[in-house]
């Protein structure tokens, strides 16, 4: 029997959309490789979330994760390609794998999450938060020479006419329009019956989509390491969370480490501890670009930030404050970010347990030695002002 198994290019993705899986009563556990090793498997698992960590890769590179990927998985799931809702990373070559390998004829794609403002229309996708909005036409942004579109209007007649209307396009890549859940809901059912195309969307269509092969069992949900300080690490300077920082700040009983960045917003000059509490209620580990809003700029809402260095010793920080501290829980903000510091800490896994806040997931991260932590993962461009605050309220 055939299992689902979700494939994102981060690490926040994969727990944003397995959670969905989650909710409808499925054990669900995303797995972060080590070296490419995407063996770590547990039989009384039913849905399987991988992170391929590929979103600021080539696009040679990337398919040579997916080819690995499919090597050792073949044909023993059923496959749903999460892809970032503002069109990042390189889902045309990552899809290209799938199609070319003949794990499916067509894609299915469909970016829309209507919760967070994206929604797609006429083949253009609209992404409208408060600190900014944009348009993009999907097929040119995703640099498709030719690809399949199904209006608002087929959308609407029901699951039936997206199916044969699928099945009647030539193209290999079929765009999808939605603009609410309902349509969603609707191309999701699509996507079950479409057994011969693989389906391509965010959290949004995650949460109707999946194969009707399982049963779906109650999910207990429990804690563990309580008793201790939440640690919160912040790595992006998404706007969004720049903002709920800005409220975050405001809990005086905050320990705050920053690494400092130099102006060229590459260089780490040093790290210190801006304040130190006696008894403090919680850590946070950022950059002065984000403590201090030291870089501001709205198109920073819909650009990757992804430096290698700053990365690893925001990770590594992450990692002694750890060790020298009652920490109980982690909060990490920003897929590449979250990756490095589970990493770090000798984590390869999360077993899903709910949802906080939408797309917000919380769940016990793990090793294979037995080490366990509770961790949230949030997206840069993920929830509104006080997300933060309800977050760390909720882990302490």
Partial sequence: M???MVIADDLTGACDTGIKFTQKGYKTRVIMPKDGDFSIQDESVEVFSITTDTRNCTSEEAKKIINKLLDFYGGNYHFYKKI????????????DVFIERGYAKKAIICPSYVEEGRTLKNGVLRICKSEGEANFNVGETLGLESWGYISLKTVRKGYEAVVEKVRNISEKYILVDAITNEDLQIIAEACEVLTEC????SAGLARYYYKPLIKPKKIEKKKINDG???LIVVGTKNPITVNQVKQLKKKNNLEVYLVYIASDGVTVTHTEILEKKINKEGILLTTNLVYFNEEKSEHLLYMNFS??????IIAKEATSIYSSNNISSIISTGGDTSSCVLESLGLNRIDLIEEIILGIPYGIASSSDGNKIKIVTKSGGFGKEDALVKLYEYMR
């Fill in 228 to 230: 201790g300080i939440p």
């Fill in 84 to 95: 970032d809702s503002i069109l990042r990373g390189n889902i045309i070559s990552e899809l």
């Fill in 307 to 312: 430096n290698e260095n700053i990365k690893q």
């Fill in 2 to 4: 055939k299992k689902i």
């Fill in 198 to 201: 693989i389906p391509a969307g």
